[in-house]
């Protein structure tokens, strides 16, 4: 190949030859031509490599690894040898819908100042479409707050400036395993801010052989470090202990057990939320704030649904619209059923 790409796309491949062509189509559909794929192969024991070779494209470049060494590391030596001004991250089973890398491109070329681009999510589950569950719109400040409690962009949706990734050692960190693409975001932040396209342009592929399903434990207690990590950036030795309670109940979306929980849970994102709103001044906050409401609600009414809390123990003396109250009675009823079967089943 002559000149160098304007966009790398990497992507860390292993035993993934029933999917791969799906997206590796979706890569050739991209209505922005000028890419390549840097695929590195972790010792696929099925045909990865072969269908990778087999598409005849000159733009996808195929390394093989020598010995397996997990995605974090294929995903580096990727980096390593790609050529573009910006990197697109792209799993071996999600699907890029046509425009993704044009308006992607034409972001980052508008924005200096911004170092990665996203874009909207929706899910794909046994071939059907599905609205994704991440948070949008995501304006740059909703972006910088829900960093602080769950990854808010999806791995596969992500383009971002080379220039600014080289200047991390290493590119991704191999002790966080399996929440690599949040610490990624969260050490790419101090050289621009983070930004979303609010379009889907990107389809997620859930099934049972995903990293998140067979590898939940792991992943979770790297997000609980992570999380740990950046409330003491803020707040230092103040910094509340709800890391682990935000990766079981915003990010798993796990009910909580009691109100007291729930108490602990919403005190520490008050402590968290006020000292984010003294590091961003000037900054139109109110998404913030919709955002906490939002979330507020949602643990309220698995827990509710699931028979953990009662309604008077999770409102106190706040109102809510009528057709949210209304949701809350109604989740109470089957919180309530639920909590009579397991008292006859004895589980």
């Not at 045909?47 to 195929?62: K, M, P, Q, T, W």
Request: charged content about 25%; proline content about 5%; overall charge negative.
């Amino acid at each position: 190949m002559s000149g160098a790409p304007l966009v790398s796309v990497i992507m860390a491949v292993y035993n993934g030859a029933a999917l791969l062509p799906e997206t590796l189509a979706s890569l050739q559909e991209q209505t922005f031509g000028d890419w390549e794929l840097v695929a590195v192969d972790d010792c696929s024991t099925d045909d990865s490599v072969a269908v990778l070779e087999r598409l005849g494209d000159a733009r996808v470049r195929v390394i093989r690894s020598e010995a397996n060494g997990g995605p974090v590391v294929a995903r580096n030596r990727a980096f390593a040898e790609a050529r573009g001004r910006y990197v697109a991250g792209l799993d071996q089973d999600d699907i890029s819908l046509p425009e993704r890398f044009a308006r992607q491109v034409a972001y980052l070329d508008a924005r200096p100042d911004v170092s990665l681009v996203s874009c909207a999510t929706d899910f794909l589950v046994e071939g059907k479409r599905l609205p994704g569950n991440w948070p949008r719109p995501l304006a740059p400040v909703l972006i910088d707050w829900l960093m602080l409690v769950q990854n808010p962009i999806a791995w596969s949706s992500v383009m971002f400036r080379a220039d600014a990734a080289r200047r991390l050692d290493p590119f991704e960190r191999p002790e966080m395993r399996y929440v690599e693409d949040f610490d990624l975001y969260q050490r790419l932040r101090p050289f621009g801010r983070l930004a979303q396209v609010d379009e889907v342009l990107m389809l997620y592929r859930c099934h049972a052989g995903g990293a998140s399903n067979m590898f939940n434990c792991t992943m979770r207690a790297h997000a609980e470090l992570l999380l740990r990590e950046r409330h003491e950036a803020l707040l230092g030795e103040d910094a509340p202990d709800i890391a682990a309670l935000l990766v079981r109940h915003a990010m798993a979306r796990e009910p909580v057990p009691d109100a007291e929980t729930l108490n602990r849970l919403f005190a520490g994102i008050g402590l968290l939320r006020a000292a984010f709103g003294e590091a961003n001044p000037g900054e139109e906050l109110a998404a913030v704030d919709r955002e906490i409401s939002q979330l507020w609600w949602r643990v309220c009414r698995a827990s509710v649904r699931a028979g953990s809390l009662l309604i008077h123990n999770t409102l106190g003396s706040q109102s809510l619209p009528l057709g949210q109250a209304a949701d809350l009675v109604a989740s109470q009823m089957i919180g309530g059923m639920r909590a009579m079967k397991r008292g006859l089943t004895g589980r």
